[in-house]
């Protein structure tokens, strides 16, 4: 019981300082500016919050359109039971990334303009578009959801009538802007550092995208069925890790032969930190997760199949930082560290993604098909027994 | 047709004065502090090496990176060669500053509602038939404004005139698809902080070469996703269709054998 608790407090409180930090940092960014607020400079116009909040987050979301094609484009009906959460996810990272961007914005009130002031030439444009209407299409395929709970048959039906178009739209968006992050550093040839500049940055970082979303329905439905006692299917999250070890062969094999292609083979040998940085990214990312799940033992094992998914997260994760500041630093001649602000945004960014989640899967029918299989020990279970056996006593 | 104007600076000529910087500030109406680096307050700076005088400001590109990255068209290249900021377009997101190949677009990090500052090639001026206020104010003709192509012509006459003394480059002529600002030297560019490697083709066509390819994945993967769905949907039908098939078949089996 004294376990339980302090285990709980200790959370609660972390939340509760992430979010007083937070709160702070969002005064200051808003009342005295970037500035003020954060450590970027006209050397390094772009840090956490773009590097992270928007190009990470993006990518993180990426398992809403994969497991929405898997199940209603390619009719892989028995991923059914996790479309919901992996479009909640999807939904909830897009309207974060939105929120986020609004920090970093030199001009958050002028956004809109995108909508009426058009570039097409510009990858931030098409980024902008994709984004806008991505979420509206995230939106509708939630919908359903929302509309269940409030029982709106008739809306619900038509909504179902436009789901093919819906999936094939999100798609196709999706494609588009998950690529397009990595476009928008095409325009920086000579100051992105040569392991990661590459006119290929598109096709990795869709690939990667995949992958990574593959690996955040695996995560995403170990954390539930541990908050929510809801039931795991070890066996879809074992294909979906399959799907994700294929998605990361074929991202090795791509990076592989640019590097040749680019003849830039000898980059991966040049001591600076760069490199270093690179085969951290690759082996904590690609060759160990790749290994790890290739083998269906490790697969359908539990820590298995929760560590190789959460080492691809953790190596798109450091993929997308060096891509975006890192890889930008040897250029600049200096170093850029985010401010102790822009952290307490991020970090209340991704809270309030949890509580957000936490919410939806409490009040909306999110786990439908939970007819569990492995159940996990449930924490309400535990107390219960703990509190029994303290009042035996 | 309008002409496209530039400015030929010689370094050799440069004597480090700073008239250039003044009168930009008066023109602009900025803080006359002395600056070293480019600043939302200081649109052109010197920056002495070993004695050497390089003028540093907006290269006013030919095809702009910052035009082409600007998701709200903040950034316009106006025929005339200035390349011109809206602020009121801008949202914020510094792609321009990311992206510049000569770094020179400045933030106002200390304001609330920031803007992007930089050299304007005294557009206004410019209109009006005069030439900008730094090559106005430069009393050694370091700085020189006149048309493009002319410039181009002189610069290298200069330094045919006298081989000996200057690098054979005159700088802009070709760097990123070429700029509105040339250099000639007697000091090698790599030496006085430029960047030599730049590539020859404008960066937007990097970008470009992605973003033409929106179409074809729009249409092909339209295609292909709808081409699946059905094939897949279709198998569903078939097998609902069959099954319903059999069970009706078995049903008139059944009736036949009652009826006998």
Redesign the interface.
Known sequence: MKQFLSKITFWKATAGLIFAAGIYATFVRFTEGLGASTNLSDDFPWGLWIGFDVITGVGLAAGGFTIAGMVHIFNLKRFEPIVRPAILTAFLGYTLVIFGLMYDLGRPLQIWHAIIMWNPRSVMFEVAWCVMLYTTVLALEFSPVVLEKFKLTKTIKLIKKIMIPLVIVGILLSTLHQSSLGSIYLIAPDKLYGLWYSAYLPLFFYVSAIAVGCAMVIVESFLSARAFNKGLEMDLLADIARIGVVMLGVYLSLKTVDLIERKALSLLFVPRLETYLYWLEMVVGVFAPMILLARRKMRESYNGLFAGAMMIVVGFILNRMNTSITGFEGWAGKGYFPSWMELAVTFSIVAFGFVAFALAVKYLPIFTHSEHRETLPRVDEWTRDLQIASEQR | MITKKAMLIDITLCVGCNACQVACKEENGLADTEEHI??PTAYTVLNEYDGTYVRRMCQHCVDP?C????????FTKTEAGPVLYD?D???????C???C?F?V???E???????VQKCKFCAGRLEKGLQPACAEACPTGATKFGERDELIREAHERIAAEPEKYVNKVYGVEEVGGTSILYISNVPFEQLGF?T???KLP??T??????SK?PT??AV??VF??G??WI??R??EVQKYEAKLKEMDDRSNGHDTLNQ
């Open positions: 480019l600043s990176t035009v082409s990255v600007c998701p709200v068209g903040a602020a377009k801008c949202i914020g997101c510094r792609y500053m990311q992206a190949p770094q677009p400045r933030y990090w200390a304001d609330n509602y920031p803007r960047r490697n730049l590539s960066l937007p990097l970008t470009w070469n992605a973003l929106i994945v729009v993967g339209g996703l709808y699946v769905w897949t949907n198998r569903t």
